[in-house]
């Protein structure tokens, strides 16, 4: 396939964005780059690294250029020239390269191995306050133009197809969608191979296909799968990576500890599906929990951090010099101590056919992709919690009308104030008070919702292809059921609540520790997880140096 005429080829520094992701260096960095790496001389189509290589190293191009290539048709994503350095987030992460670089023209390089260049942006701030930034950047920008040597394809209205958008999103993935009822672009992709004839379908690096997968299948084919190739046993394994699981990381990470963290969904866990949120510190004009998240991330990986996903852990065990856990493809890692801060999950609710809709108009999250189905139409939210106050706010801006479903008789216990001040004042929202959804309606998606008074018994159908669940949480404790002390809702009591010789965050096994909405008795809300995420490395720092104290 030749590449697109369409695609523009990209030159550099034109945004903002781009300006951050090559920026003007300074002598103390290419001094260090220069210390640190070996000059080498490429000729002109030479492949510097190439899609699916494991790892790849670092080139500051003292001379020539270089053409990031996408694999899959050829075509030149960018074009990068001498003064600047090549390299990607996937870089510090672990991950495969997913596209390839190849010289425009004879070109001298200064090359740093990987692994010296992650020792390096930890310990060399004149490296890592340049290499950390511009990496992020360029990851951001890979998802802007929708390159990275992905390409999802499917129909809108698939479940599966969400499912995989929702991943690669969620886990900045950079990729490509492309409807199955674009028809010249499908004819395009058929020329890379032999497309499956329905359901979504992945192309992955050199035109490999990928029917239906499920997300750890995707994750595997990008090297995203970093637990497979870990013998080793970590300082601190930390279950979840939402703002809990992510401060424990950066924290012990940035402390000298080896840390893994797995998370079994995507980064941010729950946090990471609120659009915005605006009563955190530091950020006047509010955050996305996926940028948060993705920020949170960045730091981890910076110190050292190793990050997994999607994995889940399905078992804890005590094993010789600390702990075993059991992933559900039955490999195990080990770790001399654990943090659980897998969090939460809504609950589905106890309507009739509601798992029919899940995907084809039922949400657990209101992120840009959800927020798609709400065009033209009404949107419902369960739910009264800041979760549900920040989507009805994003989701004001796209549905005709959003409604909000209770059964208390407001939000003032359950929700920031700002947050309810703005729901009353918005006359694109509408809040219905001690109100359950009685019954969904259409086929195959979602057409109606049916809402249900339960004091006076009173009905109202709405026309809706879009409800978005935000209640009932329920803890991610069904697999440490007899392993731990859990309280009678399932979560995890800690401190003197779990033994009398445990540390505020210690469970009643020594050693495993509990942090954010997981732990019994904490306050469910992003800051105050990301609190005890960070406070939380201090008992582990304790517990590693003083077992049996």
Known sequence: MSPDPRRPQRSLAKTSLEQAAWPDLDDGFRQAIRRHGTEKTFDAGALLFDVGQDGYDLFYLESGSVDIIDRSDGHTVVRIDAGHFLGELGMLMGQRAFLAGR?????????VPQARLRELVRKIPEVGDVVVPAFAARRRLLMEWG?????????DTDP???????????????????????????????ELGDLPAEGPAAIVGNSKILASPKPRELAE?????????????????????????????????????????????????????????????????????????YLGEVQAVKFGARVTTPRRATKLCEVSGGFGLELDDGSEVKGRSVVLANGVQYRRLPIEGIADYEGRGVYYAATDLEARYCSGTQAVIVGGGNSAGQAAMFLSRHARCTHI???????????????????ESDERIRLWTRTEVNRLEGDPELERVVLRNNQTGEETSLDCRALFIMAGAAPNTGWLDGQLALDDKGFIRTGADASPRSSTYETSLPGVFAVGDIRAGSVKR????????????????????EPDA
């Open 221 to 293: 084919a990008m090297g995203l799968d970093l637990v497979a190739d870990c013998g080793t046993t970590f300082d601190v394994l930390v279950v979840g990576a939402g703002p809990a699981g992510l401060a424990a990381s950066v924290y012990a990470a940035s402390e000298g500890l080896s840390v893994l963290a797995i998370e079994d969904t995507a980064i941010g866990g729950q946090a990471g599906t609120s659009s915005r949120i605006e009563n955190y510190l530091g950020f006047p004009r509010g955050i996305s929990g996926a940028e948060l998240a």
């Open 103 to 111: 010289a425009r023209e004879q070109t001298r390089a200064v090359v």
């Open 405 to 423: 479903a209770v059964r208390g008789s407001g939000l003032a216990a359950t929700m920031s104030s700002y947050l309810t001040r703005r729901i």
């Open 147 to 155: 390159e990275g040597g992905l390409i999802l394809l499917g129909d």
């Open 526 to 545: 992003v800051a105050s997880a990301v609190g005890e995420g960070s406070v939380v490395i201090s008992a582990v720092h304790r517990f590693l140096t």
């Open 160 to 190: 599966r197809a969400l499912r995989l958008r929702e991943f690669a999103h969620r886990s900045q993935i950079p990729h490509r969608w492309v409807e199955r009822s674009a028809t010249n672009e499908m004819a395009e992709l058929a």
